[in-house]
């Protein structure tokens, strides 16, 4: 049975170069990379190179980029670290309805332990109500955190506003640009980000190692305690053969942004057209204007979105519904909430997200099978009498 992975803002699989450049780390160059001999000097050379990978992808200095054990942990990070360190100027901060967990439920832990968050809402198109951020900051403001794509509609957020809003108020700007990385260009200096948190597993890199950018200066508390690594911001013996690989795949996404997000956004856009011209009852969420190029989140009226997975699963298409986070539960999707889709809707939504080894025979297939179990569930559902489906 044809094979079609159809959720690369999950995850993504790990490229054959990026393989290749980490194999050697965990046999020959096996190396602590603390240890003052040569196998320690190999690992440091190799996490040096790393760094400058990923801090060129993103405008960086490389003494600027911290490496962690995943995006989630650049997210929880940032929040204790910042709010620990400006402990005294006020203990306030701004982020809004529609970020990943990692940042809500970081911030509902803080709420626990003295610290005031605002959730600034969403427009119905997914885009972050940017007066309301403004309205929102007070004297004891001292983070704003506003994601860079949402992983569930794709929607872009304007962070270079957002940040300049933050600094006319002596703010810190934050931003979670985990779907960003490599489906964006970012430049951080240019942007006025403070802080922000990557994963490499989103941009054909391994599992288990993220990265902070922090701007110099800045400084928050650090997290993880322990050993001096990360130039004693970070404790934890270096995750070498992932670092070594999260470096290549920034390098390799560098090199495919230009034509990673044309021949994506060109697949997104056939997907989009074929599903809902063949398919009656069907809604795109999210603005279309500002939108991660692979993203396709789709609402198929009158249908349990769990029931498309499992029925598209059956035929070997692996799709997700509202967030990979919440397909365990039957919670409707946070994002599609605070943008105001109704809950009955919520619940037939599917999230497709195409990537670098997606082909047009692949989305013919899906929209081909995406017809058939569309219109069979709604054969055994009574609305389709009423709507004659
Ligand atoms: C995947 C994701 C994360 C979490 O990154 P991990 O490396 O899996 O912990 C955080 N934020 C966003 C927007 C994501 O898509």
Avoid at 57 to 82: C, H, K, M, Q, R
Avoid at 283 to 310: D, K, Q
Avoid at 373 to 389: F, H, Q, Y
Wanted: proline residues 3%.
């Amino acid at each position: 049975m044809r094979q079609v992975y159809m959720d690369y803002s999950a995850t993504t699989p790990v490229k054959k170069e990026v393989l290749d450049a980490m194999m050697p780390y965990f046999t020959e160059h096996f190396g602590n990379p603390s240890s003052l001999y040569t196998y320690g000097l190999e690992a440091k050379d190799a996490i040096t190179k790393a760094r400058g990978q990923l801090a060129h992808l993103i405008g960086a200095n490389p003494d600027e980029v911290y490496f962690t054990g995943s995006g989630s942990e650049a997210d929880n990070w940032t929040l204790f670290g910042v709010t620990d360190k400006l402990a005294k100027k006020g203990n306030h901060i701004i982020t809004t309805q529609i970020e990943h967990h990692a940042i809500l439920h970081s911030c509902e832990f803080l709420q626990k332990h003295g610290v005031d968050v605002t959730y600034v809402g969403v427009n119905p198109d997914g885009t972050v109500k940017l007066d309301e951020i403004e309205k929102a900051i007070t004297d004891k403001t001292v983070l704003i955190s506003v994601m860079l794509i949402n992983n569930e509609v794709g929607t872009i957020q304007p962070v270079k506003e957002i940040a300049e809003i933050a600094h006319k108020h002596g703010v810190l700007f934050h931003t979670d640009a985990v779907q960003g990385l490599g489906n964006t260009p970012i430049n951080v200096h240019e942007m006025g980000i403070d802080l922000m948190s990557m994963s490499a597993h989103k941009i054909y890199g391994p599992k288990g190692v993220g990265a902070l950018y922090m701007r110099k200066g800045v400084n928050a508390s650090n997290y993880l305690h322990g050993g001096a690594q990360e130039s004693g911001h970070r404790a934890s013996t270096e995750n070498l053969a992932g670092i070594v690989g999260f470096g290549k795949a920034a390098e390799m996404a560098e090199a495919n942004l230009e034509n990673h997000i044309k021949n994506c956004s060109a697949l997104r856009n056939y997907l989009i057209e074929q599903v809902t011209k063949t398919i009656p009852g069907t809604t795109v969420n999210g603005t279309m204007e500002h939108r991660h190029p692979g993203n396709a989140n789709i609402t198929f009226e009158y249908i349990e979105g769990e029931s498309i997975l499992l029925m598209l699963d059956s035929v070997g298409i692996s799709v997700s519904t509202g967030s990979a986070c919440s397909s365990k539960s039957l919670k409707p999707s946070h994002v599609l909430t605070a943008m105001g889709v109704p809950v009955e809707k919520i619940h037939g939504t599917i999230r497709f997200t195409v990537g670098d080894f997606t082909t047009k025979e692949d989305i013919d297939y899906v929209v081909e099978n995406l017809a058939k179990i569309v219109a069979r569930l709604r054969e055994i559902s009574s609305v389709n009498e009423k709507k004659g489906w």
